[in-house]
């Protein structure tokens, strides 16, 4: 089976072009910044965490294949980190890469960079390793959880977020079954998620975003797992589209909703969810998915790629370092106390 | 315009063919039982009351062209009711013409049959007109109006239940916008709701059954309104699956959930929601649509065709007859006493 995202040291990048998925899984070798630049722009490859990696990745690209020099790379920073410009981690990413990079004589600089993606590869898996690791302790009840969106290594280049703390329980015994919405309108559980808990072989069951009431009124599911884009201070946390209405209505249900989030998601400087931006995205992903047009030309839609799921209906913040419980202002501070004198 | 349903009577029944919606909009000509079947197994016409309607004109049509004697129409009304065995409307008003037709006379069976379609179908838009009277005084203060699945005249064959209510509401004044849900897994929202709210005339905003949520909490909506499948005797009321998790949803942000459906969708024997039974759909509606799939093969689906609100989260409940408020025991039980007795 192909890798999710696979370095070959000095040479190229492998990705498995998500594009394709779930009906082929086709492996897509880039040895050029151009053809990184182009896989990032048609989502090929994807997810805040596994795009920060590419960006590395192709920073050692650039240089291995382009020349060495500061305008070069500055270039290839710029090129890259310009094709999703909301894509925080991408430019987070490159710029760390391109800052290292300046600070090492030429001829030291492709080496250094290839290994300078190579580990963050491995501090990603490390950080998913452990954040699962602590998920799965708050799942030691045998039973189903459901999940939203797509956070499992499709999306971070690890085992994933919210769907690694699902893999990880699933490895313990605990958990029964991974209910997954469709999540429209990208349909990213339909397509992704959906994909990724056949591959672990865990009994997986889609459902349409319609029928999340009805399943939780059931009883069916124990918990509700999702990854977070931003969680502010208070702990409000901002995540794909439809996260706030499966937190409601867990909480209605008395069924506990958990956050799995890196603490790179958290930013400890944005008080509360009111002062989270949300993207508004094409109205044209609503009626609609790839060719298919189901609803009349001329219709408006409301399309924000986000919701804000307020502390109050979040049980727990998942995170590398730990669970954080309410009120989150304590253990967000001092979990960036702590990794502050770390 | 293609009218939704026209009869032309000793003749054929004209139909809007729904499955070419929003896309196309073309009137078909039917002129034997045979592709009134197929019309109705193939969702060319579909909605609870307007297959009613089609049922009775199909006796008329099994009538005038496939003679009147008790054995013809008695294999008419099997063959036209057993091509959707769980529309009870259907069923109903197929057995209904029959009794009617057995009673008289065959020399005067046609045109009796085609009188009593043509009654129905007055009826049923007087029945609609009335309900959407009674909705539209709710909605008296300006403002927008959120509403799921599809209720207008391309199900009911009148003006509509909840969907009749928003354009009398558009009528008065009272209303600035029409949002409507997708409605997954069959989409009834993006296909047919907005096709209905654009021919309008009404301003009208399509979204994802994810971004529901979001929309309540940002209180753009006043009301949210949908229609009914069955309403129970204390006001528990099953429909499309997604009604539950609005109307829940409506609560937590003070928005008022009704309910617009007309008494024959209540059923006064049916003790509470616990008792309604949910068909499940099949699993390859999830994961795809029309063509399409996007789920991987082998994935498992949750897919209940309906959910079930509790009165306790309905505001009000519209029908023909006026308006039920909680506790909705006493007004069902009144309204079915004033009915018999009317």
Known sequence: M???????????????????????ERAVRIERVGA?????????????????LAGAAGMA???????????????????????????????FRVREALAFALRLPEPERVAALWQHAAQLQRDRTAEDAALSGFGAELLTERGAVLTHCNTGELA??????????????WRRGTLTRCYMTETRPLLQGARLTAWE?????????????????????????????????????????????GTY????????????????????????????????PIEMRDPGEVGGFGEARWSPAGVDAYNPAFDVTPAELIAAIV???????????DGIARAFAERATA
């Open 2 to 24: 192909p890798a999710v995202f696979r370095l070959v040291p000095d040479d190229a990048i492998e990705i498995l072009d998500q594009t394709l998925l779930p009906h082929e």
């Open 36 to 52: 990184l630049c182009e896989a990032i722009a048609t989502l090929r490859i994807r997810g805040a965490p596994l795009l920060g």
């Open 61 to 91: 690209l650039a240089a291995a294949r382009d020349g060495t020099d500061d305008g070069t790379l500055k270039r290839a920073a710029d090129m890259i980190a310009g094709t999703r410009p909301t894509a925080v981690d991408l430019g």
């Open 156 to 169: 971070t280049g690890g085992v994933g977020t919210a769907l690694g703390v699902i893999i990880e329980a």
């Open 197 to 241: 808990v056949l591959r672990a072989g865990i009994p997986g069951t889609l459902l349409p975003d319609t029928a999340a009431g009805s399943l939780l009124a059931s009883g069916a599911v124990r918990a509700v797992i999702t990854g977070a884009d931003r969680v502010a201070a208070n702990g409000d946390s901002a995540n794909k589209i």
């Open 245 to 276: 209405q499966l937190a409601a209505l867990a909480a209605r249900h008395g069924v506990p909703f958990y956050i799995a989030a890196p603490l790179s998601t958290i930013d400890p400087h944005c008080p509360d969810g009111s002062q989270i």
């Open 319 to 329: 995170t590398e370092r730990g669970v954080l419980w309410p009120p989150f202002e």
